[in-house]
């Protein structure tokens, strides 16, 4: 994983090669990413895979690992986002192209003059890959387990609007 990856490629040229590049990327290097992470020292490993599909577009497998420290936003902990991603993409011109590609491609549209910046592309699918309010899984949340060690904590046999609600449930089959 030492390949040193340029900025900026050409997808075209690479394409007609047939290239793959891959390497890694310092998570405190992309900066738009780093601001949501708790611990950005880490890296993210990327495969970018360039060719041409049968109805000759330019396609681009994005295939991304990483390891992303995020704030759980129910504990506030810490918490580990693991990325393992796919991403097929297709070059396309504009909107219009876009709309026309099958459900399975993505839309890559280029930045300025035509090449393609390889941190802004992993950058991005890094950011699709966080979701909107990241947690712990249940098990794992430590508000989950404050809970549970809490006597005050509210269970639904305890809970009086819960058992009213039960009850009014009885008297409507009755
Ligand atoms: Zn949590």
Known sequence: MSQRIP?????RRLARE??????????DSLPRLAALLQDATKEADFSLRFGRDRERRFT???????ELVLECQR???SMVLEV???TPL???????????????????????????DVAALVEDELLLAIPASPRHADAECSS??????????????DNPFAILAKLRDGENHN
């Open 84 to 86: 393992d991603t796919h």
């Open 144 to 157: 989950h387990l404050k809970e549970q060690q809490n006597p005050l904590a509210e269970r639904e046999n």
């Open 7 to 11: 900025d900026r490629v050409d997808p």
């Open 18 to 27: 047939g290239q793959t590049l891959s390497g890694s990327l310092p998570l």
């Open 75 to 77: 504990c506030l902990e």
């Open 90 to 116: 297709a070059l396309v011109a504009g909107p219009m192209e876009a709309e026309q590609l099958p459900a399975e491609l993505d839309p890559l549209t280029l930045a300025a003059e035509e090449y393609l």
């Open 60 to 66: 681009v497998d994005l295939a991304l690992k990483a």
